[in-house]
């Protein structure tokens, strides 16, 4: 099953990604590969990027690095707004708030759907 979906709604001016369970290394190789296929195509600073993380499990302390590193490209991106949207689980919460506020992503904004 592929872990991830990545949609351009040009509609919304937004870039829709799903994410679901968790990443091994092929599947963030591949992950990175289309999401830079899906910005290319769009002008970001006119863009939302919005996650949905509500299928998402709770990192492992492995993976905590290499998603940290998917941060670091949402930001250099340059969005306009990127929402991560989860289901009610405080450690993911907590666990996607770290991690933007140490890649200094400031247009970040976490929502519970």
Same mark, same amino acid.
């Given at each position: 099953?592929?872990?991830?979906?990545?949609?351009?709604?040009n509609?919304?001016?937004?870039?829709?990604?799903?994410?679901r369970?968790?990443f091994?290394?092929?599947?963030?190789?591949?992950f990175?590969?289309?999401?830079?296929?899906?910005?290319?195509?769009?002008?970001v600073?006119?863009?939302?990027?919005?996650?949905?993380?509500?299928?998402?499990?709770?990192?492992?302390?492995?993976?905590?690095?290499?998603?940290?590193?998917?941060?670091?490209?949402?930001?250099?991106? #340059?969005?306009?707004?990127?929402?991560?949207?989860?289901?009610?689980n405080?450690?993911?919460k907590?666990?996607?708030?770290?991690?933007?506020?140490?890649? #200094?992503?400031?247009?970040?904004?976490?929502?519970e759907?």
């Amino acid at each position: 099953m592929k872990k991830y979906d990545i949609n351009i709604v040009n509609d919304k001016n937004t870039i829709e990604i799903e994410v679901r369970g968790s990443f091994e290394e092929e599947d963030v190789q591949n992950f990175v590969r289309d999401y830079q296929s899906a910005v290319s195509a769009v002008n970001v600073e006119d863009f939302t990027l919005e996650v949905d993380c509500t299928n998402m499990d709770i990192l492992r302390q492995e993976m905590i690095p290499q998603l940290e590193n998917s941060f670091k490209m949402y930001k250099e991106s #340059g969005f306009n707004i990127v929402q991560f949207n989860t289901k009610s689980n405080a450690i993911l919460k907590l666990q996607l708030h770290r991690l933007a506020r140490n890649v #200094g992503m400031k247009n970040a904004k976490i929502v519970e759907v």
